[in-house]
């Protein structure tokens, strides 16, 4: 069983910066894909970014140049950096893993999260 724990949402104003965490227990890093999402009420869950067990990273288009997921694998965290935070990055983020990353791709993986909100707004 793994158990992720996100941290670091909050309010910030626009044009700000948060530092999204996320630390699994167990040694996973070395074989797990991972990934954050984030969703809005009324709307479906996205994939903001991917890093693969081997450090590729992959980002939606609407975050692209803003956001930067990263990983610790010696502290079992990834991270999400969010800067130049727009009004419409307003959501609940959750990050997830799953040795699979087509499960990662396609919203599917098996672990997930309980998700930290994450406001934009003056």
């Known amino acids: 069983q793994v158990s992720l724990v996100e941290s670091g949402g909050g309010l910030v104003q626009p044009g700000g910066s948060l530092r999204l965490s996320c630390a699994a227990s167990?040694?996973?890093?070395?074989?797990?894909?991972m990934g954050w999402y984030r969703q809005v009420p009324g709307k479906q869950r996205e994939l903001v970014a991917l890093?693969?067990?081997?450090?590729?990273?992959t980002y939606a288009d609407s975050v692209k140049g803003r956001f930067t997921i990263s990983r610790d694998n010696a502290k079992n965290t990834v991270y999400l950096q969010m800067n130049s935070l727009k009004p419409e990055d307003t959501a609940v983020y959750f990050c997830?893993?799953?040795?699979?990353?087509?499960?990662?791709?396609?919203?599917?993986?098996?672990?997930w999260g309980q998700g930290t909100q994450v406001t934009v707004s003056s």
């Open positions: 997830a893993a799953d040795q699979s990353l087509h499960k990662i791709v396609v919203l599917t993986p098996e672990f």
């Open positions: 167990g040694n996973i890093f070395g074989i797990y894909a």
């Open positions: 890093i693969t067990s081997a450090g590729s990273t």
